[in-house]
């Protein structure tokens, strides 16, 4: 019942724009905390852009600040992440996240920046390939 699909993903070419989006089945992304994270061939899983409800917040990681953004429509129960700009080094699998807002704060660079996430729900991922 509970799930996550990401849809969106595909090959473009360095410069152009794509919009994936995850969509949730089973609860409400206005109880959670969700993120984008990637997953490029030799390299480790980073946390790309994360909101949090518990203090409406966004957190978007170095390497993609002023080219992405993250967003979510709640009567579509859908998060988006608007890809920008598109670089070679951007090619990776995307996940999608989702964790239940604790009752302390938890702002979205909490999700992003965290260690542990394999309990969070996740989806199957999307694969974005930037390439001339």
């Known amino acids: 019942e509970v799930q996550l699909v990401e849809s969106g993903g595909g090959l473009v070419q360095p410069g152009e724009s794509l919009r994936v989006s995850c969509a949730a089945s089973?609860?409400?992304?206005?109880?959670?905390?969700v993120g984008w994270f990637r997953q490029a061939p030799g390299k480790e899983r980073e946390g790309v852009s994360c909101i949090s409800s518990s203090d409406d917040s966004t957190y978007y990681a170095d390497s993609v600040k002023g080219r992405f953004t993250i967003s979510s429509d709640n009567a579509k129960n859908t998060v988006y992440l608007q890809m920008n700009s598109l670089k070679p080094e951007d090619t990776a699998v995307y996940y999608c996240?989702?964790?239940?807002?604790?009752?302390?704060?938890?702002?979205?660079?909490?999700?992003?920046?965290?260690?542990?996430?394999?309990?969070?729900?996740w989806g199957q991922g999307t694969q974005v390939t930037v390439s001339s």
């Open positions: 089973g609860f409400t992304f206005d109880d959670y905390a």
């Open positions: 996240a989702a964790r239940p807002i604790p009752r302390y704060l938890f702002p979205a660079y909490s999700y992003c920046s965290g260690y542990e996430h394999r309990g969070d729900y």
